[in-house]
Every structure is written in C-alpha cells, then in structure tokens.
C-alpha cells in the first residue's frame, strides 16, 4: 500500500508539473497574444490616424474647391447682375450727365406721346365699330319687330333671332368697357405727361 501512496503521490507531483509548466507556456502564450493584440490595435490606430489626415486632407480640398466653385459663381452672377442693367449713360458720348438725363426724359416723353396717340386711334375706331355694330342692332330688332308683325317668320324663330340680338348687345357692352378702360389708360399717361 506503501508503493501505491508513493505512487500516486509521484503522479500527482509530475501532473503538477506539467500542468505549471503548460500554465506557464500559456501565460506566455497569452503574454505574445496581448502584445499581438496590442500591435493590431496600434496599427489599426495608425491607419484610422492616417484615413483622418487623408481624409482630413481630401475634405480640405474639397472644400478649397467648393470655395473656388462658389467664388467663380460669385464672379459670374456679378457679371450677369451688372450685365442685367440698361446701361443707361454709359454710351452718352460727349453730353454731360445733365443733358443726357433732359435727353433720356424728352424721349420718354415723345415714347409717351406716341403711345397716346395709338391709343386714342384705336378708342376711336373701336367708338365707330360700336356705332356701327349698334345701328346693326337696331336695324336687325326693327326686321325681326316687322317680319314678326307681317308674320314672315314664327314666333320661335323670332325669339332665336332676339337672343342672338341679345348676345351681339352684350359683345357691344363688353367692348364698351374695354374702350372705357383704354380712355383711363389715356387719362393716366396724359397725367404723366402732365408731371
């Protein structure tokens, strides 16, 4: 019995130390793994540097362009906005600012003028189509009126020719109204003219 305690005792002491020496080998294994680790974490926080300063570098470019872009647009709607101008003055030849201004008011009042006058023609010769279209009316209302009486036409038929009298007396009105706006148009420009 004395060899089989020796012996298990002998047994436990190699499992012992094979087991510390394998502890050991695996401290140092996980020694080599963390330093592993750590090498891979410091190379992966070197390039998430480097991607931030390329990226960094990248964006500051971009951004230089968008500068450039935006100040090329500037330039261009400056250039659009002083081209939107009449540029009145700038071709003035050798008058003075003065006489320029009395020269530009002076056609514009002769533009004025003018624009009156076209104005005034077609008011009356819209006044003479509704006279005539008038004196139609009622010559048109005095045959239906007579036709009905003689009994040349029935009494539907006449009531088709009114309406349709009717519809030529509202166009006439409508014209009416238009005239009397132009006549206002008229009046403003002659104040204008006035000033």
């Known amino acids: 019995m004395k060899k089989i305690i020796t012996l298990a005792l002998a047994a436990f002491a190699v499992c012992s130390v094979a087991l510390a020496q394998g502890q050991g080998q695996g401290k140092g294994q996980q020694k080599k793994e963390e330093k592993a680790a750590q ?10 540097q480097q991607k931030a300063e390329k990226t960094d570098e990248h964006t500051e470019e971009a951004r230089q362009r968008g500068r450039e ?3 090329e647009e500037n330039e261009a709607s ?8 009449n540029a009145y003055g700038k071709n003035k030849g050798e008058l003075s600012g003065k006489e320029f201004g009395q020269q530009r008011a002076a056609e514009a009042k002769a533009a004025a003028e003018l624009k009156k006058q076209e104005a005034e ?5 819209q006044e003479d189509q509704i006279r005539g279209n008038e004196d139609k009316i009622a010559q048109a ?18 009531r088709v020719k009114i309406e349709k009298v009717t519809q030529a007396e509202e166009k006439v009105r409508q014209m009416r109204e238009i005239v009397e706006r132009q006549r ?9 003219l006035l000033q």
Do not use: C, F, L, P
């Open 39 to 48: 090498k891979g974490e410091d190379a992966q926080e070197k390039g998430r």
């Open 69 to 71: 872009v935006k100040e």
């Open 78 to 85: 400056a250039e659009e906005t002083r081209n939107d101008g």
């Open 121 to 125: 023609q077609k008011i009356k010769s």
């Open 141 to 158: 209302k005095e045959k239906i009126k007579k036709q009905e009486e003689a009994r040349e036409i029935s009494a539907e038929e006449a």
């Open 184 to 192: 206002q148009e008229v009046k403003r420009i002659e104040e204008a």
